[in-house]
């Protein structure tokens, strides 16, 4: 009992700057996940410095980054936009699979070239291939990667998203003027969150709006699957599990519990109508929660590591979503 006492200073902590951080999205239009890091980030370089006072807040920040984080992923399958699935059609469906597919392959090129670790190389494809911050937390609770990766690759997605906000609109503008289904298209297949497409949406007309959110959507039910494979890959090469695989233990009992709560979640939001009111209550307490996570990350990064590859992911970001910009332009042209 005395042992989890200890983790409510912490929790409290990053309650609260996890709270802000939204607060101060709501007012200035910035994502609170880059928010709620930058916030940890400023905790750790100032207080988190002074040593004598780690454990008063350390136990709650280690609940946050890990069971906090699993249970936001868990409650993010009550959002999943099965109807957008179901009315998508087949064109839509072809041209997301697609555009995640070259994410994945472009992002392991590139990483060789810029020199990037493992961990930097699938948090960029699934962050810039899914849904932004949300889908690099859940791939970062399956890799185990370090919190400078992590921090790292937040920040580049969403300073990316910001940046196609800006540019979508010039492209469109040149290349699908009068075709507001393709331009909807090329901004829900490319833009990192559904934050940014919504803005780079709106900023053209309400039914490019519409369409981008419709396509990002599509995209948001690829997490699932992609999770369940992140998962059994990580497994089949760790050797930590060497032993497990030899008694060959089946690949689904080694898949994080946090997954298979997203699973069931996702699937009562199929079976059951639920309040809407209640998927906004459940929605707001995973975004906290992932907030949480985040602060508790920002505030541990060992700044050595972000020295050593920060502006090689920078560049190496910016690269990827321009070979995404044109890869899914060319597909929505032709296909």
């Given at each position: 009992?005395?042992?989890?006492?200890?983790?409510?200073?912490?929790?409290?902590?990053?309650?609260?700057?996890?709270?802000?951080?939204?607060?101060?999205?709501?007012q200035w239009g910035i994502s609170g996940a880059l928010l709620a890091l930058l916030f940890g980030i400023a905790f750790g370089v100032s207080v988190g410095r002074m040593t004598k006072h780690r454990?008063?807040?350390?136990?709650g920040f280690a609940w946050g980054e890990r069971q906090?984080?699993?249970?936001?992923?868990?409650l993010m399958g009550f959002q999943m936009p099965w109807q957008a699935l179901?009315?998508?059609?087949?064109?839509?469906?072809i041209l997301v699979i697609l555009g995640l597919l070259f994410t994945f392959v472009i992002a392991m090129m590139l990483s060789k070239v810029f020199r990037l670790s493992h961990s930097q190389r699938l948090l960029m494809a699934t962050g810039n291939g899914i849904c932004g911050s949300a889908a690099v937390m859940a791939t970062q609770s399956i890799i185990q990667s370090n919190r400078a990766d992590t921090a790292m690759v937040v920040t580049v997605v969403n300073l990316l998203g910001l940046l196609g906000i800006l540019v979508t609109p010039f492209l469109i503008a040149q290349y699908f003027p009068a075709d507001d289904f393709s331009a909807g298209q090329l901004i829900g297949n490319t833009l990192q969150s559904m934050p940014h497409v919504v803005a780079a949406g709106f900023s053209v007309n309400d039914d490019v709006a519409q369409t981008a959110v419709w396509v990002k959507m599509v995209r948001i039910l690829m997490l699932l699957p992609v999770l369940f494979l992140l998962a059994w890959w990580q497994h089949r090469h760790d050797k930590n599990h060497n032993e497990a695989l030899k008694q060959n233990l089946p690949w689904l009992a080694l898949i994080p519990v946090f997954i298979w709560g997203f699973m069931l979640c996702a699937l009562c939001s199929?079976?059951?109508?639920l309040p809407q009111g209640a998927l906004d209550v459940l929605d707001q307490i995973s975004d906290v929660l992932m907030c949480m996570a985040l602060v508790a990350i920002g505030a541990q990064i060992q700044w050595q590591n972000i020295r050593q590859s920060g502006g090689r992911l920078m560049v190496m970001g910016v690269v990827l979503f321009a070979c995404q910009l044109v890869f899914s332009g060319v597909l929505v042209m032709y296909l």
């Open positions: 009992m005395i042992h989890r006492y200890k983790q409510i200073p912490g929790l409290v902590l990053a309650l609260m700057l996890a709270l802000l951080a939204q607060f101060c999205s709501a454990p008063l807040w350390e136990a906090g984080l699993g249970l936001a992923i868990a179901f009315s998508s059609g087949w064109q839509v469906l199929l079976w059951f109508e």
